[in-house]
T-cell receptor, first 116, second 115 residues
Framework: AQKITQTQPGMFVQEKEAVTLDCTYD???????LFWYKQPSSGEMIFLIY??????QNATEGRYSLNFQKARKSANLVISASQLGDSAMYFC?????????????FGSGTRLQVQP | DARVTQTPRDKVTEMGQEVTMRCQPI?????VFWYRQTMMQGLELLAY????????DSGMPKDRFSAEMPDATLATLKIQPSEPRDSAVYFC?????????????FGPGTRLTVL
């Protein structure tokens, strides 16, 4: 069974600094996808970035990058140049591809607070 | 700017009442998911449709919950009868399966309170 672990319940970062949010996963599938979502206080879930297990390069989307270390089963999210609007809950999620089950399994989330 | 829409955004009801939540997936998407978010359980899958066919509803209490897709533009989640423990935020998400890559886009959620 797949499992996502986010060990940081909360994080603080100063505005304009970079921050890394940790995510480790466990799966027996050879092919899987890893996702990060942002949930601001308004409640919606916003897709940020995707990494396939078969991708050779780490994914990047603007200020977001994913530090994917397959051997360590980690998929950390790096936010560069933090902004006040980045304050939110961040969820790491995984989908196993070999089984064809398309549903996401989510971690417990990390609450990020960006301080001015 | 295509988005998943959900109605209602907020629902307060009394125990025993029927609740119906609706979702309009992004046009052209062929997968629809219902997730529930609570403080205790986090985000968990309730049901999953592909091309309108239910593929996985293992996370859904069968005795009171039902999920359907009457057409490609509408997915519904019903609870009958509702109980206080059903209070949660219910998210609908849709995606387009293209090979191995499919990102799920979430709607704004329905916040359900059962008194």
């Amino acid at each position: 069974a797949q499992k996502i672990t986010q060990t940081q319940p909360g994080m603080f970062v100063q505005e304009k600094e970079a921050v890394t949010l940790d995510c480790t996963y466990d799966t027996s599938d050879q092919s899987y996808g890893l996702f990060w979502y942002k949930q601001p206080s308004s409640g919606e879930m916003i897709f940020l970035i995707y990494q396939g297990s078969y991708d050779e390069q780490n994914a990047t989307e603007g200020r977001y990058s994913l530090n994917f270390q397959k051997a360590r089963k980690s998929a950390n999210l790096v936010i560069s140049a933090s902004q006040l609007g980045d304050s939110a809950m961040y969820f790491c999620a995984m989908r196993e591809l070999d089984t064809g089950r398309r549903a996401l399994t989510f971690g417990s989330g990390t609450r990020l607070q960006v301080q001015p | 700017d295509a988005r998943v829409t959900q109605t209602p955004r907020d629902k307060v009801t009394e125990m025993g009442q029927e609740v119906t939540m609706r979702c309009q997936p992004i046009l052209g998407h062929n997968t629809v998911f219902w997730y529930r978010q609570t403080m205790m359980q986090g985000l968990e899958l309730l049901a999953y449709f592909r091309n309108r066919a239910p593929l996985d509803d293992s996370g859904m209490p069968k005795d009171r919950f039902s999920a359907e897709m009457p057409d490609a533009t509408l997915a519904t989640l019903k609870i009958q009868p509702s109980e206080p423990r059903d209070s949660a935020v219910y998210f609908c998400a849709s995606g387009l399966v293209l090979g191995k890559s499919d990102t799920q886009y979430f709607g704004p959620g329905t916040r359900l309170t059962v008194l």
